[in-house]
């Protein structure tokens, strides 16, 4: 097998730190990514179920429910939770000191929003919404004690037992007591108590296996240490969440309950695949970063790599999606929800630009750039707010969707731009890393729309299977033959580490085969 080196971004992997490149990171991913896939799964079909069970309006409150308790979320613990990620060294102390935080914060969320549903069903203009919010505020209390212990599994990178719990908690909960409330006619509520038992059993059983620290610090620099950097990561994080509900936010103001549940449900069936791919090795890129902010080659080459790597799965997912929108809301929904795949296709253009924003977002705050990401999410926000309130206008969801599209992909390179300097990416950088996407992302889109052209009359059932499979032969075709050096070069370092495996299996060693083949390459991320 050909080595693969660095120049420019760092050194190769024999020469990285072992702390960086250890076997637990490694793990870590590969348990994130089965994780991912055991929630995407079980999140798609229970999903199916419900959405056959109940309707768009009911779907619609809880969408309400959830954006409004969100609000709170994110400053549940005013961030120290992730300071304890961040900060390369703690004690007894400050674990003491983030879970005495976030335990009083999360008790007078609680009280706040129990309060504040008169308002807001006043504000939505429906009476059900007062309700759906008293109950749901009972998620600040749950969260409030489990939120340090979540901490501490993440900083010693043990996302196995995080991704365990996580799948275990969401089949119970949704599983267990969703799907059979719905079936009882208890309408929005069952999602509302199964979102709860969520929470409570991912509450217990994190608090069960990192066991933090109870005692109550007298201490006051244990605090504030804490709370320079989570005050402020606490408000970029809000000000991501709103930029992210901002679109539902203003159709459930403007628009029809049912309009908001076809909104919601279709770019929420767009996130659902990408985001259990995203957050399989995001999670672990923050205390990486974090490691070596320091050293820019390093922090260079593990940014390419994990960028590259991701954006490969995520991007050409979603614009295979859209000419398959018609089978997947069928199969996904059912027919009830048609309404929905005119938002969900829009959506499949600006959630996978999202997610790229959401990579470069990560390395800029585990570097505390923080400063930076709040000014600029701040600006975006004021823009996002005046492109969605004149689509409003006209009275076209599809409209607005397309409007929050364009103002995320002009976020995207904004942030690259914040970034560039750090890292020395020069255009050749920027060329290399996005056009080889754009490439792969045109390249499964249309062989999807090709068999669906045609293949047209087949029902939806046999038509979704050949769609996806057909995303995947286009996507292999592409990476294999294709003169792409970021990506080549990214790929065959992962099959390197891997190549034991690979020679025990003929077919995996042919399928590999062309991507092993070095290519010709100038760049400086060799």
């Excluded at 409007?403 to 750090?422: K, N, P, Q, S």
Aim: aromatic content about 12%.
């Amino acid at each position: 097998m050909t080595q693969i080196t660095s120049n420019n971004l760092g050194p190769s992997i024999e020469q990285v730190p072992m702390n960086l490149y250890s076997s637990k990171i490694l793990t870590s991913v590969k348990w994130n990514y089965i994780g991912a896939i055991i929630k995407a799964i079980s999140q798609i079909a229970i999903m199916a179920l419900l959405a056959r069970m109940l309707t768009p309006s009911e779907f619609g409150l809880m969408a309400i429910g959830i954006i409004v308790i969100r609000f709170g979320k994110y400053f549940a613990d005013l961030g120290t939770s992730a300071a304890l990620v961040q900060k390369k060294d703690i004690d007894k102390d400050d674990i003491a000191a983030s879970f005495v935080i976030s335990v009083l914060l999360g008790f007078v969320f609680f009280l706040l929003f129990f309060l504040l549903g008169a308002p807001l069903s006043a504000y939505f203009k429906n009476a059900q919404v007062k309700s759906v919010i008293k109950i749901l505020s009972v998620f600040f209390l749950f969260s409030g004690l489990s939120l340090t212990s979540q901490a501490l599994l993440k900083r010693s990178l043990d996302f196995k037992t995080i991704s365990i719990i996580e799948a275990i908690s969401y089949v119970m909960s949704y599983g267990l007591i969703g799907v059979p409330l719905a079936l009882l006619h208890f309408g929005v509520y069952s999602l509302v108590l199964a979102f709860l038992a969520q929470n409570l059993l991912i509450m217990l059983l994190v608090i069960y296996k990192a066991k933090p620290c109870l005692k109550i610090p007298r201490v006051s620099k244990r605090y504030t240490g804490l709370l320079a950097y989570g005050g402020k990561y606490s408000w970029l994080t809000f000000l991501c969440y709103i930029s992210s509900i901002l679109d539902q936010f203003v159709i459930g103001r403007y628009f029809s309950k049912d309009l908001l549940g076809y909104y919601n449900r279709g770019k929420t069936l767009v996130q659902l695949p990408l985001y259990q791919v995203l957050i399989s090795v995001s999670a672990v890129l923050f205390p990486s970063y974090a490691q070596i902010q320091d050293d820019k080659a390093r922090l260079k080459n593990l940014f390419m790599k994990g960028f590259v790597l991701l954006s490969i799965i995520i991007v050409p997912i979603g614009f295979g999606m859209i000419p398959a929108g018609r089978a997947i809301i069928g199969v996904f929904l059912g027919e009830q929800w048609i309404k929905s795949i005119a938002i969900f296709q829009v959506c499949c253009l600006f959630v996978p630009i999202d997610f790229m924003t959401t990579i470069i977002g990560t390395l800029c705050s585990a570097t505390n750039k923080l400063k930076q990401q709040i000014v600029l999410e701040s600006l975006f926000i004021i823009i996002l707010s005046i492109g969605i309130l004149f689509a409003v206008r006209s009275q076209d969801i599809v409209l607005i969707a397309g409007t929050v599209g364009i103002c995320y992909f002009l976020r995207l390179f904004a942030y690259v731009f914040l970034i560039r300097e750090d890292l020395a990416l020069s255009l050749k950088d920027a060329y290399n890393l996005f056009v080889p996407l754009l490439a792969l992302s045109l390249s499964v889109s249309f062989g999807v729309f090709i068999i669906t052209r045609l293949l047209g009359s087949l029902s939806i059932w046999l038509m979704f299977p050949i769609q996806v499979l057909t995303g995947l032969i286009f996507l292999y075709l592409t990476v294999s033959f294709a003169q792409f050096e970021y990506l080549g070069l990214a790929i065959r370092e992962v099959l390197v580490r891997y190549e034991k495996k690979i020679e025990k299996y003929a077919i995996i060693r042919a399928l590999v085969k062309p991507i092993q083949k070095p290519r010709k390459s100038t760049s400086s991320f060799q």
